[in-house]
């Protein structure tokens, strides 16, 4: 089993049809592809932006660590994670997770922990720009993201 | 050893990084919190609650109770919101 | 909560960046995007082609009846389901699912029942075509996907 | 009513559809599926494990037991195996 992984922290936005084209294209023994796109969401139009601070070096090597731990646990085929920091507006994308399997729960159960770990250890966070022109808060970490985390500990 | 500060810990205590020189008997992360609390309203403001304050070592995610002696960078930072 | 849903059972292949750019685009209320793609696999190269049948009127219906509890279950903001009949290379897609939402549960959960679903649900079947010009057989539906599709009745 | 078959099911009958009409004492699926089985040797085989055989009543999975005195559309096929 080839355990491909690509992971990139980066400022520009990325393409997912090329993501995933490089990571299947030519291959046959891939059954079953899962994205995660994490999008800017503003549902209240109060955003004019958020700010994404990450911790350079240390982002690379926590992803690093968790794609380890998904590769371990489940036969993927292909994984791409691709992490955004700076400045978003309302609609852009974030994050993208990808994961190449031959078979479909595989894939899906792998995307769902790589999200999971990203969100509760991987080193970003989310500084809001109110479109009124006022400071915003630093975005606060959810109870139910270590939730979300936790419940792969126990299965 | 290098402190590095990020989001708001940065923003209260108004640097991203400096280089520290904590005493010897600052033995674990819970301990240099504590030291570094006490250097300046800033400092006691970031750390006013050390149980939400995540820390890494050398990049690597700690515990409140991991020895500090080895550690070259040592990073202060609020619990993660990315993804 | 606008219900957007596209169904499309079709011939032709689908691009999967055009099906995410018309389900999100402009929008600034969602914040996950998953995406299911089942490809033709053929571990062993023994496989020329995979034939999919299926039943005209009944699949687009049973499909519906599948999007419509996903949207009954979830807070989704689009859904969109293309499964391809005909002949199709190792390779190929065949199916894709995609759900938006708010939150990246909601987005997760619904892909993966309306894929469990559509494996035990949606009237297609496919039949093997074999590198050495013997006719395959009629691939096998498989207990595991009874029992991905039985376990949302739990929950 | 028209019957129509498909995968092995139709392929076992050698035909995609046909128009039938059972007797009355035929009630509901399972009684259609016996009537059907002793029309000839390639009906016998198409339904020789009548467990196995999924039917969708006017594009609507039923169970062996839902009455057929109101179908226009039967159909006769095996698991599903598409997605």
């Known amino acids: 089993m080839t355990q491909q992984a690509k992971i990139s922290i980066q400022q520009e936005t990325f393409d997912l049809a090329q993501e995933m084209q490089s990571l ?3 291959r046959a023994d891939v059954g079953a592809i899962v994205t995660f796109t994490g999008l800017c969401r503003d549902e209240n139009a109060a955003l004019s ?16 660590r968790v794609v380890s731990q998904a590769q371990a646990r489940w036969p993927l085929l292909g994984v791409t994670v691709i992490h955004r920091y700076g400045r978003m507006a309302p609609g852009d994308q974030i994050v993208l997770v990808i994961t190449a399997s031959s078979h479909r ?3 899906f159960e792998s995307a769902e922990f790589l ?10 966070w989310k500084k809001e ?4 022109g006022t400071s915003g808060d630093w975005v606060s970490a959810k109870d139910h993201d270590d939730h979300a985390a936790a419940r792969w500990e126990q299965i | 050893m290098k402190a590095v500060y990020f989001a708001w810990v940065r923003e209260r205590i108004g ?3 400096e280089e520290i020189t904590p005493p010897a008997h600052v033995a674990n992360v819970a301990d240099l919190i504590s030291w570094l609390s006490e250097k300046g309203e800033e400092y006691a403001y970031a750390f006013e609650k050390p149980q939400v304050i995540r820390v890494a070592i050398d990049r690597t995610h700690v515990k409140h109770d991991t020895p500090i002696h080895q550690a070259r960078e040592i990073a202060f930072f609020p619990p993660m919101t990315g993804g």
Chains 1, 3 share one sequence.
């Open chain 1, 105 to 107: 729960l595989a894939a």
């Open chain 1, 49 to 64: 932006a958020l700010e994404l601070e990450h911790y350079p070096g240390m982002a690379e090597e926590e992803i690093a």
């Open chain 1, 24 to 26: 299947a294209q030519g």
């Open chain 2, 15 to 17: 640097r991203a990084e």
């Open chain 1, 115 to 124: 999200m999971d770990y990203l969100k509760t250890r991987a080193p970003f």
């Open chain 1, 129 to 132: 720009h109110r479109s009124d």
